[in-house]
């Protein structure tokens, strides 16, 4: 049965077999630009660590009707990792060293290696989804072979990069690091498109996780952020019956892992 809130899924959930990353304004209660900064990011990573879980859960047990979509719930998350990962190294890294005035090794010289590390298996991961002749074609032991090539420098990475962001805040107080953060979040989100990364990130958008402290995330009015959430879930509405989420933020039943009609999605 799909979660609504106040109730927890039944079955194995999408925070495993990779954790999340804990926000720093949760675990250090510091509230400075870069705290914020890398926060804000920890939600996005864990949107997408979330979407890597339930895919990894789910993919043995989806049934071949269930393929097309599958595959294209699949390749969202691909276009959310590769978008994040672009907008990363052309907007935001090179804000960053700009304002701190610092070269550009000093301050993500192991963030991009940690890039490189991923891309292979990434781009493997699109190539073979995007190759398959039909969706009958699928192989969901092939998908996880594929995925266990990436899986720990991925896991790495999206907790890594967090931790170095928020470490910058001991250079000290820099007021326009937000119109920078702010600027490539909005960017990651919706430049890759509605209706496939900015769908995916909130459909896999735990409002419970730590103490509900992120319930109200992003901050924007709640009736433009209810309807842009539906109004992006419309349009591909068969791939998010297998997201951890609900469309109102809270944790659901994975898809594939009980009856169909047991598990259908809120959306």
Same mark, same amino acid.
């Not at 990962?85 to 060293?97: K, M, R, S, T, Y």
């Given at each position: ?14 925070d495993?077999?990779? *954790?999340?990353?804990? #926000? ?6 510091? /509230?400075? &630009?870069? $705290? !914020?900064?890398?926060s804000?990011?920890?939600l ?15 993919? @043995?047990h ?6 097309? /979509? ?10 959310l ?5 672009? /907008? ?5 890294f090179?804000?960053?060293v700009e %304002?701190?005035?610092?070269?550009? *090794? ?18 493997a991961?699109?190539?073979?989804? #995007? $190759?398959?002749?039909s @969706? ?7 998908l996880?072979?594929? %995925?266990? #090539?990436?899986?720990? @420098? ?8 967090i931790? $170095? ?5 001991? %250079? ?9 953060? !702010?600027?490539?979040?909005?960017? &990651?989100?919706t *430049? ?10 909130f ?9 509900r402290?992120w ?7 709640y ?7 539906r ?19 809270? @944790?659901? /039943?994975?898809? +594939? ?5 047991? +598990?259908?999605?809120?959306?």
């Amino acid at each position: 049965m799909a979660s609504s809130q106040g109730t927890s899924p039944q079955r194995p959930w999408a925070d495993g077999p990779l *954790k999340m990353v804990q #926000t720093p304004m949760y675990t250090t209660k510091a /509230d400075d &630009t870069f $705290t !914020k900064g890398a926060s804000h990011m920890a939600l996005i990573h864990n949107s997408v660590l979330r979407g890597y879980n339930s895919i990894y859960l789910q993919a @043995p047990h989806v049934k071949p009707e269930d393929y097309a /979509d599958f595959i294209g719930y699949c390749l969202a998350w691909f276009k959310l990792v590769k978008s994040h990962h672009d /907008d990363e190294e052309a907007n935001l890294f090179p804000g960053i060293v700009e %304002m701190l005035g610092k070269e550009d *090794k000093e301050v993500w010289g192991d963030t991009h290696h940690e890039h490189e590390a991923m891309l292979p298996g990434l781009v493997a991961f699109n190539e073979y989804l #995007t $190759t398959l002749s039909s @969706p009958s074609d699928f192989s969901s032991a092939k998908l996880l072979e594929i %995925m266990k #090539t990436f899986e720990a @420098p991925l896991d790495h990475h999206f907790h890594s990069e967090i931790s $170095t962001i928020a470490s910058l805040s001991r %250079m000290g107080s820099f007021p326009n690091a937000t119109a920078v953060f !702010k600027t490539w979040g909005r960017q &990651t989100l919706t *430049k890759a498109g509605y209706a496939e990364v900015f769908a995916f990130v909130f459909l896999n958008f735990d409002r419970t996780y730590e103490e509900r402290l992120w319930e109200s995330w992003p901050p924007m009015p709640y009736p433009i952020r209810w309807a842009l959430i539906r109004y992006s879930a419309w349009w591909h509405q068969g791939w998010w019956r297998f997201a951890s989420c609900d469309i109102d933020g809270y @944790p659901k /039943d994975l898809y +594939a892992l009980g009856d169909a009609g047991e +598990a259908q999605a809120r959306i």
